[in-house]
T-cell receptor
């Protein structure tokens, strides 16, 4: 079956670094996506990885290992506004997104 | 990224009435639009996938006669909740993309909060 696993909740301190892990199992693979969702709002696109390696975009970076079925989202210099849920989603061979349940990130001062 | 709009942002209706939600891709042609539902503190749940000009594909457990989806053009899809009941109250979110094309990622609309009294 198809499955995405990510931690339910994480806590970090303002100014620190946090890594949110995601493992996936899909029928075929067309990329791994990370979205940010603030409470009461729709998700916003953060990153897309389809090749192995690290993609850096400002304070956010995303890593993919296809052989391990593993990705992580790295957030640096955490700010209070980064408190949100982070959704991992893998695209299968039918270009369908398989969604994780999301990781709620709590930032403390 | 591409811009997707949704209308209305929120709606309150009486039980038994029908509600139509519009989803528009404003600056690109979306071959595929997706409709999601999200209950408080729960993850996104895909309801259906619609491709322009063809019938929507509904996920298991989603009643196609209750949730009518029309995707008449590359920039507009509508979801009609027919004979709405209080248990249909939820946050409905659409997304648009071109899977396998220029936009593998999905761009989300701002969502519609439906409250059925």
């Amino acid at each position: 079956g198809q499955n995405i696993d990510q931690p339910t909740e994480m806590t970090a301190t303002e100014g620190a670094i946090v890594q949110i892990n995601c493992t996936y199992q899909t029928s075929g693979f067309n990329g791994l996506f990370w979205y940010q969702q603030h409470a009461g709002e729709a998700p916003t696109f953060l990153s897309y990885n389809v090749l192995d390696g690290l993609e850096e975009k400002g304070r956010f970076s995303s890593f993919l290992s296809r052989s391990k079925g593993y990705s992580y989202l790295l957030l640096k210099e955490l700010q209070m506004k980064d408190s949100a849920s982070y959704l991992c989603a893998a695209m299968d061979s039918n270009y369908q997104l398989i969604w994780g349940a999301g990781t709620k990130l709590i930032i403390k001062p | 990224g591409a811009v997707v709009s949704q209308h209305p942002s929120w709606v309150i209706c009486k039980s038994g009435t029908s509600v139509k939600i519009e989803c528009r891709s404003l600056d690109f042609q979306a071959t595929t639009m997706f409709w999601y539902r999200q209950f408080p503190k729960q993850s996104l749940m895909l309801m259906a996938t619609s491709n322009e000009g063809s019938k929507a594909t509904y996920e298991q457990g989603v009643e196609k006669d209750k949730f009518l989806i029309n995707h008449a053009s590359l920039t507009l899809s509508t979801l009609t909740v027919t004979s709405a009941h209080p248990e249909d109250s939820s946050f409905y979110i659409c997304s648009a993309g071109q899977p396998g094309g220029s936009y593998n990622e999905q761009f989300f609309g701002p969502g519609t909060r439906l409250t059925v009294l």
